[in-house]
């Protein structure tokens, strides 16, 4: 009887079926002006940031890379003037951040940067980071009014929001 409403709350990627919450929106418009060279989108673990890059980005010329990349891998990856994208990036060697660093520096790459916001403190508070621009877009976890919403949306999708 249930089954249909479990399967809305089952943890999936789907493009066309994502809660508009407002640090969401946030996040997609500072994206959407950031003029930075190097970006850092931040959040705790399963807040969506993969979900939101992966939405933003679908349809945008891109590379999309995750965090275990190497450096020959990002070499041969990469081209000017074309923006790539790290998720997951707290798993990246330091070695690889400051290259990816040295090359947004050059003004002729563009990096978005993923991670969990503890780790990004953590690079963000070096010395080569602290001296340069970079913009920090973070992703917050809903509301308690935004999970109700989301609660009853879901719901609603199975004609079941009687039950909430």
């Known amino acids: 009887m249930y089954k249909e409403v479990i399967r809305e709350f089952e ?50 010329d891109v590379i999309f890379l995750t965090g275990c990349v190497l450096k020959e891998e990002l070499n041969s990856k990469i081209k000017k003037n074309k923006l790539i994208v790290i998720d997951e990036a707290q798993l990246l060697d330091e070695k690889i951040v400051e290259y990816i660093r040295t090359l947004a520096d050059t003004k ?22 602290k001296s340069r621009y970079v913009d920090i877009i ?7 009014q935004e999970l109700e919403q989301f609660i009853n949306h879901k719901l609603f999708k199975t004609n079941k929001n009687h039950l909430f």
Do not use: C, P, Q, W
Request: aromatic share 18%; proline share 0%; charged share 35%.
């Open 138 to 144: 973070e992703l917050k976890r809903i509301t308690k």
């Open 11 to 60: 943890d999936e990627i789907n493009l066309k079926e994502y809660f508009k919450s407002y640090s969401f929106r946030e996040a997609i418009n500072k994206l959407k002006i950031s003029r930075s060279k190097l970006k850092f989108l931040i959040g705790e673990a399963g807040v969506g940031k993969t979900f939101l890059l992966n939405y933003y980005y679908k349809e945008k």
């Open 108 to 129: 002729e790459y563009y990096f978005v940067l993923s991670m969990h916001t503890e780790d990004a403190k953590r690079y963000l508070n070096r010395a080569h980071f």
